[in-house]
């Protein structure tokens, strides 16, 4: 399994970015996408999870409304639109997928990880 992850930037405050997660290397059908970020000197925190097949989305509560994952399954791509980016999203941001269990939110129950793209919110 490979994911490579896009979209991140340098953004003001209030703006919008949109983040890419190209998967590749099996079917995902049973598989869950998520989105982690990590600041610096932080422990890397969820932020959002949708489940390849029937499309069940989930978000940290920090991010709900603002941000909005989906999938293309024809393309095997997960996105993130965040929109009101506020000062305190600035992270690098992390896809990651591995076999639906039941726990969406925890980074160790992830086996696949992007390489990270940074997020930087300007005040």
């Known amino acids: 399994v490979q994911l490579q992850a896009s979209g991140g930037g340098l953004v003001q405050a209030g703006g919008s970015l949109r983040l890419s997660c190209a998967a590749s290397?099996?079917?995902?059908?049973?598989?869950?996408m998520g989105w982690f970020r990590q600041a610096p000197g932080k422990e890397r925190e969820f932020v959002a999870a949708?489940?390849?097949?029937?499309?069940?989305?989930y978000y940290a509560d920090s991010v709900k409304v603002r941000f909005t994952i989906s999938r293309d399954n024809a393309k095997n791509t997960v996105y993130l639109q965040m929109n009101n980016l506020k000062p305190e999203d600035t992270a690098v941001y992390y896809c990651?997928?591995?076999?639906?269990?039941?726990?969406?939110?925890?980074?160790?129950?992830?086996?696949?990880w992007g390489q990270g793209t940074q997020v930087t919110v300007s005040s």
């Open positions: 990651a997928t591995d076999r639906y269990k039941g726990d969406i939110e925890t980074p160790s129950r992830y086996g696949y």
């Open positions: 290397g099996r079917t995902f059908s049973s598989y869950v």
């Open positions: 949708i489940i390849w097949s029937g499309g069940s989305t």
